[in-house]
């Protein structure tokens, strides 16, 4: 997941979603052409069902892992396809879940 978050084309950050259904892989996408990986990922799975979404946040310069809360956009795209599973890593490297809220403390951030 890490390795291929560096197909993203962002300078300062390359994010990351990987789609599941049931716990296994049905699509993942980078954020790209300024479009968010959420949103690509979803495209990717072609309709196919998805229950749970991976989130990750790699910073270019340090390559260290950042927060990758989804920001409202996305959040509405993966509420959108039935998706109550939402993983997103921390600034502190760990990975947090939440079930389809909007958290205003966290939302809005880029990538
Ligand atoms: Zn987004």
Not at 21 to 31: E, P, R, Y
Not at 57 to 74: D, H
Request: charged share 30%; aromatic share 8%; hydrophobic share 30%.
């Amino acid at each position: 997941m890490k390795r291929k978050a560096y197909e993203s084309d962002h300078e300062k950050n390359m994010h990351i979603s990987v789609c599941l259904k049931g716990g296994a892989l049905v699509s993942f996408a980078v954020n790209k052409n300024h479009r968010h990986s959420e949103v690509r990922a979803i495209k990717k799975a072609r309709g196919s069902q998805i229950d749970t979404i991976i989130n990750l946040r790699i910073k270019r310069k340090s390559g260290k892992i950042g927060l990758s809360y989804p920001c409202v956009k996305c959040q509405l795209a993966i509420q959108e396809v039935g998706i109550d599973k939402i993983w997103y890593s921390k600034e502190d490297g760990t990975f947090d879940t939440y079930k389809g809220y909007l958290d205003p403390e966290l939302y809005g951030k880029d990538g």
